[in-house]
Every structure is written in C-alpha cells, then in structure tokens.
C-alpha cells in the first residue's frame, strides 16, 4: 500500500499505514468510505490522560505523527452514534454518570474555562458506542475537520465540564449560535481523536456533515446566524 499526501492547514501530511490494532474500523456507507478511528481520545491509550490544551492545528500535528489525520465531523458522527444513530453514544436519552461530564453546570458551556480537571481514558467503561468507541462524550471535546461558519475545524462532544444535557454526538452543542471558537486557539479543554483511512481526504468529506445538516431539521438556526 502507498503513502497518503495532502495539505491541510498549511501541513503537508504524508500518511503510512499506522498500527490498526489499537483503532476501529467503522464500515462505510454511500457517502462516507470506510475508515479507522481511534478507540480512545489521543494517545489513544487506556488509562492515559488525553491530550489537552491543543489548538486545531496542534491536533493535527499529534496525528500526523502517529501516521494518522484528524477526523472529519461526519466522521466522528458516525462513529459516536453508531449503528442505531443514538443521540449519546450509550443510548437515545442522557443517563448521569455514564460519562465523564457535568450534570450540575447547566450554566456554564464555554471553552475558556481554566479549571477543568480529566480522566483517564477509560475510566467510565460505559461511555462507550456501539462500535466500542470510549468518551466521545465528556472529559476533552475533540477537534474535528469541518466547515462550519467557515472554519476549518470544530469542537465535538464537550468536555468535563459541559453539562450532560448540551453534549451529544449530533453537534447541536458545538453549533449554537453563542458557541465562539477560533481554530488557533490552545483550548483547556480541548483534544482530539485520530482517523485513519485508505481513500485520500476530500474537501467534500470535510464538508459533508456541515452540507447534510443545512439540508436537514436538526438545524437549529440559520448557518450564517
């Protein structure tokens, strides 16, 4: 099998084939060819603490250098909701505890918070879809590749701190008109997720989860609002 090469972000990334045994193969569908995602949020590595504090190009860089690329959104979708297309990734409704994220700050939904505390990867068994996939929901929120409001990457799934009832694996969270990011920013709170596949990254795949919500009823509000 050949090497990979694309840019993105500026990053020319050369893929070979990296140890799939340590991620999950998640079958393709007529829009989204197959592909690998990480069974744990990166290093992908039980009972590690994930990553934290990257900006979206830092997340790109960690994956680059375990022969990987950051996910698309439909991507990690997929992979979050499962077969079933659950809107958590352990079931249709919230059940508190399950991950690691807050039931008590239905206040508070901001990527600046300065104290937000991790666990290891792992540590919530149960936090986990149908494919196998741990804490897609809670403890760090993950960049992703996208085009939403015209960046180039979005947060998914909260963080510790995020309250159980925001952070699903639609995206609804990361796309409420009064969620603000820039993709430069070292976020606290912030990690990721690697992807792996044999097809070559496309502009239309990064931009098929933004293109298939403006199409459906799970927008909420107008894109450019």
Same mark, same amino acid.
């Given at each position: ?17 990296? !140890? ?94 300065? !104290? ?28 992703? &590749? !996208? !085009? ?51 097809? &070559? ?6 931009? &098929? ?17």
């Amino acid at each position: 099998m050949g090497m990979l090469t694309f840019w993105t972000l500026g990053i020319r990334v050369v893929l070979g084939v990296p !140890d799939l045994t340590t991620m999950v193969a998640i079958e393709g569908t007529s829009e989204i060819p197959s592909y690998y995602i990480d069974q744990f949020e990166y290093p992908n590595v039980l009972g590690a603490i994930p990553i934290s504090g990257l900006s979206l190009d830092d997340a790109q860089r960690a994956c680059a250098s375990v022969e990987k690329r950051v996910c698309t959104a439909v991507e990690w979708r997929r992979a979050c909701m499962g077969q079933a297309s659950l809107k958590y990734s352990y079931g249709e409704e919230v059940v508190t505890g399950t991950c690691h994220q807050s039931p008590a700050q239905n206040a508070t939904h901001t990527s600046m918070m300065s !104290d937000v505390a991790f666990v290891p990867s792992g540590t919530f068994p149960n936090c986990t879809s149908s494919y196998g996939i741990v804490d897609m929901i809670g403890n760090v929120e993950e960049w992703v &590749l !996208d !085009d939403w409001k015209g960046m180039d990457g979005m947060l998914e799934g909260g963080a510790s701190y995020t309250h159980e009832s925001y952070a699903d694996c639609t995206g609804r969270y990361s796309r409420m008109p009064d969620y603000r990011l820039t993709t430069d920013q070292k976020i606290v709170s912030a990690g990721t997720r690697c992807c792996w596949s044999e097809t &070559l990254l496309t502009n239309s795949l990064v931009k &098929l989860d933004r293109q298939n919500r403006l199409e459906s009823s799970m927008q909420d509000a107008p894109y450019d609002s």
